[in-house]
């Protein structure tokens, strides 16, 4: 700030500086605005959209173990599937794209039933009585684990991020994580997922 | 007096005190008709740059201006108002992360205007890159301001206050008086004084054969202002550390029930900038039992007198577990994570059988509470799966009913009586599109009533549903909480600048910067002491009664001369006769 008390130049200055600013101000922020175009908040939840990622070998994560108790009351571990083409999907009866993708999931259960490719579910945030039912109506054949608490979720979180209802990943003959989709998984994603990593 | 008009003016027009002060300086020097404030911090060349920016803007041009507009106070201050500002629409529209809801409300009803603001990011103001230029300019010039400053406190601190003026009785405060000892005594025992009272000290050099001695103290003052503005950086860096690497997120959790802090498993999740899901601390709790205890008697009968949820929890999957126990404003704080409790409800417990007697739903049901002083709540519950249609219910929980002209109410918060009143719907649920929707309400877009009348139904009733459709009953209650998981690097950081920051104000307000001189000239068998006082910046006063007291001391310890008249003499030759010797002590510039 100058000495000097403030003459008419100066203050014409000090207003000139102080317009620079806003107008860069608002600029930047119109610029940015508009270009963002409303960008989302960070969230990643991905609503009812397939967000289908492959992983290129190398930069598969490992699957962590994990174990709990199926619906069906079974003790059941990930060692279970050690060696196997594993599709693993977090679900929960009272999830709408957990719904629209429940036949999807029947269905192919069912054709690669003898490809050596296994399936296993994750009820979350349920009780058994709706799981079941839920299992009942789609006609779904493979087991869940009832894990109302999102345990088996938090423990996967480490390796890749299961960050909504439904998440479906789909693990390797080396028990890496080859693929995962976020949101409804589709037939023809799944799919094609499934043909590559149990080719 | 121009210059102390001139000094005057610029204080008014608000320019920074301490330069103020230096230009007091400046307009004493020119009136003591000496050059020895010549090496004073003020004249170095970086400080000359600030101070008068006219030549430098020749060489520099538009950049360096730019550069000194940005980081003069007044900018700082207009960026710290836009900053406010920019944080109002925050608090005006319904934001993105705190209220999507509202923000699709807001789109529903203001169509044409709604688009314009979401390009502007007013509905995400803080993330809004306009609020991140405000913030990230105010960020520059503070740093801009901070950085030359701390080298000129550094430079100021090296260098030793200037020599002694020739004519200290022209200095706003001064005193002169006889003592009994030659010239370089009377100087050296002052030096003691001062030096005692941790003054930083310059006698003159050697060879040099006048007796003057310069005292200052009060670097306190800038450090302090510097603390502050450092303070203010840490505070802005805290805040932006906990808006990158912190999160929030809400949870609704029933009595009996877990949870895993994970993303999946959270309601609402709102990460910072730079958090990903693999961020969250692993814990998981069990929420045992909630309890809450209501007044029952007086005028505050039904308000609640205190919550109470125990469970374990677990800090890593597959650790030990711990108890908790959580109030109100006392959360759980599982490594830097807290777990606040916020709120309460209740989840009557349901089982539906369908048409072909299979049970397909059995599930304690949040309800949300529409009044909190008697807790009269809404819910619904759909049976996706019940064959051979969907069926939904809304219902109305009230924890102590009673029919007040036979619509039913409930008369108190605490489940003393319980019932549920229900409406039972077929149809299309609408869960099977893949849309989500909400658990509270029902779609009954593609439904029709199964019965016209609402149906009540106390803990262990059921009610049949006609023609075979199956039935519902109401099995019980759970209670449930409702969590607030946050996790905030920032704060306590935040909190430790935040105290700083108020301890460098205050330094900076309190310490005054004074240099006080000394000089000694012969007289008769023995001298003149003459003493002068300056206070840089003096904005909290006080210096007056500090240098009437120094010179007291300085007095005290300096032999007097055996023949009075003698110092009457010393008085007499003072700028400002007339006064008598005891008051003259201290004069002071009133021009200004």
């Known amino acids: 700030m100058p000495l000097r008390p403030l003459r008419l130049a100066s203050k014409r200055k000090a207003v000139v500086s102080l317009a620079a600013v806003a107008a860069v101000l608002l600029a930047g922020g119109l610029w940015a605005g508009l270009r963002g175009g409303g960008t989302p908040s960070g969230q990643s939840y991905v609503d009812g959209n397939p967000d289908a990622v492959i992983y290129a070998a190398g930069h598969r994560a490992a699957l962590p173990e994990f174990s709990g108790t199926t619906l069906a009351g079974a003790r059941l571990t990930s060692a279970t599937y050690r060696g196997q083409v594993l599709v693993l999907n977090f679900w929960g009866s009272w999830c709408s794209p957990c719904r629209s993708e429940g036949p999807t999931l029947a269905a192919l259960s069912t054709r690669y039933q003898h490809a050596g490719v296994s399936f296993l579910g994750v009820d979350t945030q349920d009780t058994p009585t709706n799981a079941e039912a839920f299992e009942q109506g789609f006609g779904i054949k493979y087991p869940s684990l009832n894990d109302p608490g999102n345990s088996v979720a938090q423990v996967i979180g480490g390796a890749v991020p299961v960050s909504a209802t439904p998440t479906t990943l789909v693990i390797d003959r080396t028990d890496h994580v080859a693929g995962a989709i976020f949101g409804t998984a589709t037939y023809s994603v799944l799919n094609d997922m499934l043909s590559k990593v149990a080719a | ?592």
């Open chain 2, 1 to 592: 007096m121009t210059n102390v008009h001139e000094e005057a003016t610029a204080q008014a027009e608000g320019t920074v005190q301490e330069q103020a002060a230096v230009q007091q300086e400046a307009a004493v020097q020119e009136e003591a008709a000496t050059t020895t404030f010549a090496e004073d911090g003020p004249a170095s060349p970086a400080a000359a740059g600030s101070a008068r920016p006219a030549p430098a803007r020749a060489d520099w041009g538009w950049p360096r201006w730019a550069w000194r507009q940005l980081t003069s106070m007044r900018t700082a201050l207009v960026l710290l108002f836009l900053l406010a500002l920019g944080a109002i629409p925050g608090s005006l529209l319904p934001q993105e992360g705190q209220d999507p809801a509202g923000v699709q409300n807001y789109f529903a009803s203001h169509p044409g205007l709604a688009p314009w603001l979401n390009h502007l990011g007013l509905f995400n103001t803080f993330a809004a890159p306009w609020f991140a230029a405000i913030y990230l300019l105010l960020f520059a010039s503070l740093i801009g301001c901070v950085v030359p400053r701390t080298f000129r406190l550094a430079g100021a601190a090296r260098t030793p206050p200037p020599r002694a003026p020739r004519n200290l009785g022209r200095l706003p405060h001064s005193a002169s008086y006889s003592v009994a000892l030659p010239p370089g005594e009377a100087v050296a025992i002052a030096a003691g004084m001062f030096g005692g009272k941790r003054f930083r000290l310059r006698r003159p050099a050697a060879g040099d054969t006048a007796h003057w001695l310069s005292a200052e103290k009060g670097y306190l003052r800038e450090a302090g202002n510097l603390l502050f503005h450092l303070a203010l950086l840490g505070v802005l860096a805290s805040i932006a550390a906990g808006g990158l690497f912190g999160y929030k997120a809400n949870k609704l959790l029933v009595e009996g029930s877990s949870f895993s802090d994970t993303v999946s498993a959270l309601d609402v999740f709102h990460p910072g900038r730079l958090v990903t899901g693999s961020d969250l601390a692993p814990f998981s709790m069990t929420l045992q039992s909630f309890s809450a205890s209501y007044y029952t008697t007086g005028e505050s009968s039904g308000q609640p007198s205190s919550f109470d949820a125990k469970g374990v929890y677990s800090a890593s999957p597959g650790g030990a577990t711990k108890p908790f126990d959580l109030r109100i404003n006392d959360p759980l704080n599982v490594d830097s994570t807290k777990v606040y409790l916020i709120g309460h409800g209740y989840a009557p417990q349901f089982t539906v059988t369908d048409a072909s007697g299979t049970v397909v739903y059995d599930e304690a049901t949040p309800f949300v509470p529409a009044n909190t002083s008697n807790f009269l709540s809404d819910g619904v519950v759909k049976v996706p799966d019940a064959a051979p249609t969907q069926l939904g219910f809304i219902g109305v929980f009230t924890p102590t009913a009673f029919a007040a002209n036979g619509v039913l109410q409930s008369a108190f918060p605490a489940a003393d009586d319980p019932a549920v009143s229900l409406l039972a719907y077929e149809g299309n649920l609408g869960l099977n599109s893949g849309v989500p929707q909400s658990v509270y309400q029902l779609d009954t877009s593609a439904m029709s009533l199964v019965t016209q009348q609402p149906f009540l139904l106390r803990p262990g009733q059921s009610y049949t549903l006609p023609d075979g459709r199956g039935k519902i009953t109401f099995a019980g209650y759970r209670q449930w909480v409702s969590l607030a998981v946050t996790y905030d690097p920032g704060q306590i950081p935040a909190l430790v600048c935040g105290i700083l920051a108020l301890a460098g104000l205050l330094l900076s307000f309190l310490v005054r910067r004074r240099r006080v001189f000394v000089r000694a000239t012969p007289a008769g068998a023995g001298s003149v002491v003459t003493v002068g006082g300056l206070a840089r910046t003096d904005a909290s006063g006080g210096f007056e009664d500090e240098f009437a007291e120094l010179v007291a001391q300085l007095r005290a310890a300096h032999p007097a001369p055996e023949h009075a008249d003698e110092a009457v003499l010393a008085d007499a030759a003072r700028p400002e006769p007339g006064m008598s010797p005891d008051t003259t002590l201290d004069k002071t510039e009133t021009g200004a």
